[in-house]
Nanobody
Framework: QVQVVESGGGLVQAGGSLSLSCAAS????????MGWFRQAPGKEREVVAA????????YYADSVKGRFTISRGTAKNTVYLQMNSLKPEDTAVYYC?????????????????????WGQGTQVTVSS
């Protein structure tokens, strides 16, 4: 069984920074494309950023482009989300997701339904 575990998050003032971490464990020999999603109260879960298994390809939602950075750790089953210049509208529960055995190493995925495993979510609150 694969587990996805997030850490980080918390409360920060507007303009501040937070860093989220995520690790997929259970089948370490497998390959995973990974993504960060967020869900604000009353809204749909949306993709924030995604990264390929190789780490060569990344995607950012327009709302976070230039402020957030997704990266993979030296352990390929880990991923980070560095969030800078945070805004109150970034307030949401942030979820890490993993897609096992992506079609090719440079592929990233943007749809919730494409991911196989999800973390429990971590709250990010940005005060104005």
């Amino acid at each position: 069984q694969v587990q996805v575990v997030e850490s980080g998050g918390g409360l920060v003032q507007a303009g501040g920074s937070l860093s989220l971490s995520c690790a997929a464990s259970g089948r370490t020999l497998s390959s995973y494309a990974m993504g960060w999603f967020r869900q604000a109260p009353g809204k749909e879960r949306e993709v924030v950023a995604a990264i390929s298994w190789s780490g060569d390809s990344t995607y950012y939602a327009d709302s976070v482009k230039g402020r957030f950075t997704i990266s993979r750790g030296t352990a390929k089953n880990t991923v980070y989300l560095q969030m800078n210049s945070l805004k109150p509208e970034d307030t949401a529960v942030y979820y890490c997701a993993a897609k096992e055995k992506p079609g090719y190493s440079a592929a990233y995925y943007l749809q919730k339904t494409e991911y196989d495993y999800w973390g429990q979510g971590t709250q990010v609150t940005v005060s104005s």
